[in-house]
């Protein structure tokens, strides 16, 4: 199997967002509102200081999807990449194409001196996802993240 990894393009923005109303619902049982993940995607692609989109290819088709966000480290003097919107279409899961994108992501990480590591979180629920991340190398044992959402 041919699994391309590129960086996203406007024209994949109907196929990120039907992504992200999927994982939504699948892995946390929300629905999202259409309009505002629009609206969420649409602002990365004109300011990747918000978040730069990748996807994979397999026969033409976008099989998944994942964002990258920036944050700065002061501890570190640099930046740390967050992995979120992990979505990976069901009859192409269990195929190593997560693990692709990771070691895609990896890569820039490797080849950018301005760039120190990787984050991502994942719903305490989600374990198929925790056994997939765990399986790349990364552990969840350091941090546990809290939030406030508006």
Known sequence: MNIQIRKAKEADLPTIVAF??????????????????????????????KGQYFVTEIDGEVTASLMITPEWSDWRNGLVYWIQSVFVKENF??????????????????T????????????KTNIRAQKTYKNTGMN???YQLFEWMK
């Open 20 to 49: 992200q109303l999927a994982m939504a619902l699948e892995t946390e049982n929300l629905r999202l509102d259409k309009t505002t993940v629009e609206k969420g995607v649409f602002a990365a692609f004109k300011d990747s200081a």
């Open 140 to 142: 969840g044992e350091h």
């Open 112 to 123: 950018d001196e301005n760039v120190r590591g990787i984050r991502l979180y994942v719903d």
């Open 93 to 110: 899961r269990r195929l190593g194409i997560y693990r692709k994108m990771y070691e895609h992501i990896q890569n820039l990480v490797n």
